[in-house]
């Protein structure tokens, strides 16, 4: 075997901390070197030309390159080397950047440990040999986990692409947070004359199925060929009965629900519709507080629906759907603000959070839209907006910024003078964060016209004081501590990530953020595609985003899917098991712990044998250390392959 | 770096390709220096990893293991990394029988987003591995620890240990 060995420079980043010409000079004498060189970007087009010349004129058998992370450039340079007329699997890489040149400072510690690198994947290259996928069919349907926004646009634009869509909302209605807002930034438009349009499309699109109050139970398959399993709670309504009319919820004695939809400001009828938009316009019982839940009779909706809707006995439904990819578009919560002891939020009626403060603005809302304090229902005056409540601090553990807080108070204090005229709004700000378009100007107009008084500083406490709050907190630019006499306080809330974010990551293989947001493949580069192949990301799931860029990134990975759909077959990964039958002794142990049912029993030729299903194994390698007999290898990644690996390591 | 002060040993590491190998990645582009001692083998899965690696490695010589995976739960291939916990915990009550000091082996759980907790996660283990010395069976042996670049004719004077 003839090896060829390209150590990166890729320029100064490699270059900087590693003697790359002598890593080059190294490789020479490993086993099986026949060329080694340096280069100063390899993955450039230039660099990739050198290696497949160099494959050419030396006729190499196999290539290693040390350079970045395979996780970033391996499939480049498989590429190249299947460019040179290798087989892809024919190369090696040896991780000098990440793991070398950018964590440590010692140049002649840097270039040895190069060299060990390059040894190791030199040794691994050695026992390497030439792998075929093979291609398979894909299911022409996604699914998209979320109705927001994100959620809705990805989902039309794949049904506008002929695909079908299954879109899974948690809640009884999609629409998500945007549906709950009044006006949206820096536009000042109508939040649900633009997301309602959108929404009535998903209901009427013949390529979409919306299981609305439904959550995903359980994601098995692989990219093309996902099995999903989608629990469709019991709302105690006949949905193909109920016609939305709201009659029940009229005559529903028990008012005490949570009024979800408006952040639980006032009660709702145990059986609701959330909003009268709604999507779809379902009543769903809350049997938390529904009285024939709780004391076994009452009966009125029963009794009221016109059409016989009502069922107390209904029970939690799994359905099958079987999709080629999926789209997780969970969204976000608010941060819960009762963190902040000294805001008094949870105890004080008039410390409400900023989206409760847009149900008060907006004229769907529990008020119709007249601005009035929850305690006592009077028109407040001084309205003092706190930002970064949960954003930018590391106290509660929330260090980043959610990005869309000071818009949405920008927004707020223009509001609040349209709807008070003699009002005047405080924002206590720490920075004021308007990248978009248009955003800087939105809040110098919130500052100029509006007159809202922007005060640089945190708010130290907030204390209750003859029926108004007095909010103390420090201006930092005059360098003096202030006193608002307020009626009402707004907390700026910050974003976090949906609850159960963790456990829906879980199942769909991609990792997560120790905030609980999605992780995309790559920040910059791949930033709706998770590491999971067929699952991609689009909205608040991956980091707070405000509307704008969660209906980019709906788009884009609508885009995506289409894009993965418009082959007519996958390439499966050959990275996977195979059975020796000779020593093969049909235990069964790999059958038992393969994670994904890729094992299963044959018959051959009267003796019973492991086979691997080649479409289901997903390459783990957990049956390979299972076996008693090593009868089943990983490929791309044996024993051998793995044990000389180590000896390269140890061996002297 | 005050672990490296001039000598190196050889650990070997263990890294399951979706969350550790991606953590030291991480770590690397976040710049987080450490120790260089560590050579890492990228596996795709904690649960491809035979407890006899660990031991084939420490016996070769080596005067540490490190394994990572991902977090319980967070396995990118469902459940790979609780057989990876639970092979792995019988490793380490058996190093002593095997005349292994057991704290030559440990196995941790970083994820794709931790570079911090990896540069943490190295720079202990380092430490700890600096502490117990180099490894008394490379001695027993006679083996003198060499690098790749130590194999070199003029490369000599670069060899660590």
Redesign the interface.
Known sequence: MKIGVFVCHCGSNIEGTVDTA?VA??SM??PEVSHAEDVMYSCSEPGQEAIIDAVRTHGLDGVVVASC????HEPTFRRAVERAGLNRYMLEMA?I????S?????R??????A??????AVEKLRRNRPLTPKSFDITRRVLVIGGGVAGIQAALDCADGGMEVVLVERTSSIGGKMAKLDKTFPTVDCSSCILGPKMVDVAQHPNITLYAYAEVEEVAGYVGNFNVKIRKKASYVDWVKCTGCGACMEKCPSKKSLDRFNESLGGAPAINIPFPQAIPKKAVIDAGYCRQFIKGKCGVCAKICPTGAIDYKMQDEVVEEKVGAIVAATGFDLFDHSKYGEYGGGRYPDVITALQYERLLSASGPTGGHVKRPSDGKEPKTVVFIQCVGSRDKSVDRPYCSGFCCMYTAKQAILTKDHIPDSQSYVFYMDIRAPGKMYDEFTRRAMEEYGARYVRGRVSMIVPQNGKYLVRGADTLMGSQLEVEADLVVLAVGAEAAVGS?QL??KL?I????YGYF?ESHPKLRPVET??AGVYLAGCAQGPKDIPSSVAQGSASAAKVLGLFSKQKLESDP?ISQVNLQRCVGCGKCET?C??GAIHMIDFRGQEKAEVIETVC?????C???CPQGAIQ?EH?T?NQ??A???A???? | MPVLAGRELRIVGFLCNWCSYGGADTAGVGRFTQPTDLRIIRVPCSGRIDPLFVVKALLGGADGVLVSGCHPRDCHYASGNFYARRRLEVLKGMLPILGLEPGRFEYTWVSASEGQRWQHVVTSFTEQIHTLGPSPIKTAFGLGMTTAMSAMPEGGKHAAA
């Open positions: 002598a000079r190294a004498l490993f992370t395979p996780r970033m991780n950047r990440e793991h070398v950018w964590i440590g400072k010692d002649t510690a840097n270039t040895n440990k060299a060990d690198l390059v040894r190791i963790p990551a879980e293989r990792s997560y953020d120790k992780m590491n999971t990275q712990t994670p994904f997903q390459g783990c390698g957990i390979a250390v299972t990983l990644f024993d793995i044990l690996e180590v000896e390591l140890c061996q002297f």
